[in-house]
Structure formats: structure tokens, C-alpha cells
């Protein structure tokens, strides 16, 4: 406002959990205040058991078709696998489908399994799997999709025509331990306390949101988020995820910690 001393760095809010702590201080280096509001608790795999199922089952269906989503979940997939004596079956499935990757640590994670991917999306979204998968699956065939832990349904179009879609999550993004801080920050967004708030995840963006609609501000989030408060995102995936929260993102960067930073503090230097 007009009359006020100008600030030195951008009020920051952190929604990170994992990478919060690493964040926060990379900010306030740069002269930000930052107030850290964990809008996840992190992603936790799930049993053993629920692995073993899911391979049991795969293995029996013997799907035409593989998609990996995520380099940790193909790791815990295999991880998993050795530990419940399933490796072997795992990649026979692997290697009797046709296997795609949505992103280049996706591929990692299938190579360490003795897979190559035949196709790795280009800019690493489910949308480009999906729509890469649906020009080629015909009616009836299986397609197994290994899932990232935010939800959602980014496969839905292979049901639509006709395909039988066989889903494993090896893990789940939790909610955090403590709404506490994650609806403080809901709160600074309504209030105007904030000038930008980071989204290091889809699930980050989408736990605000839940946080923001429990406590009876989901509308108000989304509309201080779509005008006075800027979102910034880390990566294609980070930035969809944002939008379909309902969202308006403004600064974008590659998905690095120190590039989301330097991103923030570029645009605040036009802004400020």
C-alpha cells in the first residue's frame, strides 16, 4: 500500500512437508519471510501385503500393457516384490506387457528392475500417457497403471474405450499429522498476509485445499489464489495438480528446490 515501507523479500508461504525445512531456508537467505504450512504429511507406503496382491493379481491377468508413473513407487514396487518373494513374477509381467513411463525417474525405476520402457512421456504428465496409451489399447486388453500416491483418476480415459485398467499404488500421500499449521496458512492466504504460496507436489495443492474447505475456507483460498496471492509450482505434474485444486498458478520452474527459489525471487522483483 501506498505509504508503507517496502519490503525487502516476498511473505512465503512453504507447503512442503519433506522438503519444507530445505525450502523455508533457501528463502529467508534471500531476504523472504516465510511461514511453513505442511499441507501433506508425506507419502508412506502401503503394506506388503497389498503389493503382493496387486502382483498376485497381475500376473494372473498378464496385462498387454505396463504404464509407470513415478520412480519411488516403481522402487517400492520392487523393493516389495524381493521382500515377498515376488520379483521374479514381476518382471515376467513387466516383460510379456508393453511398458511406457511417464517420467525419466519412472524409467530409472523400471530399469532397475531389468525393463525398458518403449516410450517415456516428454514432459512427464499423466495426461500424455494416457492419451499415448488410448490411441493403442483396444477394448478388452489390460493395462496395468503403477499410480502415484495424490489419487485422483488420470487414467480414466483407457475404461472410456473399452480397456480393463488394473491400478497399484505402492504408496499413498498422506494427510499431515497436525492440521495445525497447513490451516494457519489457509488462513495468512485469506488474510492477505501472504504475497506467494509454493507448491512442491499435486498433493500439496490438493491437501491445502482440503485443509481450507475442513476449516470452512475453501472458496476463499481458491479466490485469493486466483487474484492478490501468487502460486508458484515446481514442474508440469505440480502445476496441473494446482490447477485442478482450482488454483491460478503464476510462477512455474523445473522441479529443482533451488529453481522454484530463484523463480519466486525473479518474479518478485517485478512484483514487489
Not at 27 to 55: C, H, M, Q, S, Y
Not at 199 to 212: I, Q, V
Not at 234 to 241: A, L, M, N, Q
Amino acid at each position: 500500500m501506498k505509504g508503507e515501507p517496502a519490503r525487502l523479500g516476498p511473505r512465503v508461504g512453504v507447503t512442503a512437508a519433506r522438503k519444507g525445512a530445505e525450502l523455508a531456508t533457501s528463502f529467508e537467505r534471500r531476504g523472504a519471510k516465510v511461514l511453513r504450512g505442511p499441507t501433506l504429511g508425506g507419502d508412506r507406503p502401503v503394506d506388503d501385503e497389498v503389493i503382493a496382491t496387486a502382483i498376485d493379481r497381475l500376473a494372473e491377468l498378464r496385462p498387454k500393457w505396463f504404464a509407470a508413473s513415478t520412480g519411488m513407487g516403481m522402487r517400492l514396487l520392487g523393493e516389495a516384490a524381493d521382500r515377498t518373494g515376488r520379483r521374479d513374477a514381476l518382471v515376467q509381467v513387466l516383460e510379456h506387457a508393453t511398458v511406457v513411463a511417464r517420467g525419466q525417474k519412472a524409467s530409472g525405476g523400471l530399469r532397475r528392475l531389468g525393463v525398458t520402457p518403449v516410450w517415456t512421456a516428454p514432459d512427464e504428465r499423466d495426461f500424455q500417457v494416457e492419451a499415448w496409451l488410448a490411441e493403442r489399447v483396444r477394448p478388452g486388453e489390460v493395462a496395468a497403471v503403477q499410480l502415484h500416491g495424490a489419487g485422483g483418476d488420470p487414467y480414466g480415459r483407457l475404461t472410456r474405450v473399452g480397456a480393463v485398467v488394473e491400478t497399484l499404488a505402492p504408496y499413498v500421500s498422506a494427510p499431515p499429522d497436525d492440521p495445525g499449521p497447513g490451516t494457519r496458512l489457509a488462513e495468512a492466504i485469506v488474510a492477505g498476509d501472504l504475497d506467494v504460496v509454493t507448491f512442491m507436489s499435486p498433493g500439496a495443492a490438493r491437501g491445502l485445499a482440503t485443509l481450507a474447505s475442513a476449516a470452512g475456507m475453501g472458496d476463499e483460498v481458491r479466490e485469493a489464489l486466483n487474484g492478490p496471492v501468487a502460486v508458484a509450482t515446481v514442474g508440469p505434474v505440480t502445476r496441473d495438480g494446482a490447477h485442478d485444486a482450482g488454483y491460478a498458478v503464476t510462477i512455474e520452474s523445473d522441479n529443482r528446490t533451488g529453481a522454484l527459489v530463484r523463480a519466486v525471487m525473479s518474479w518478485w522483483t517485478t512484483h514487489g
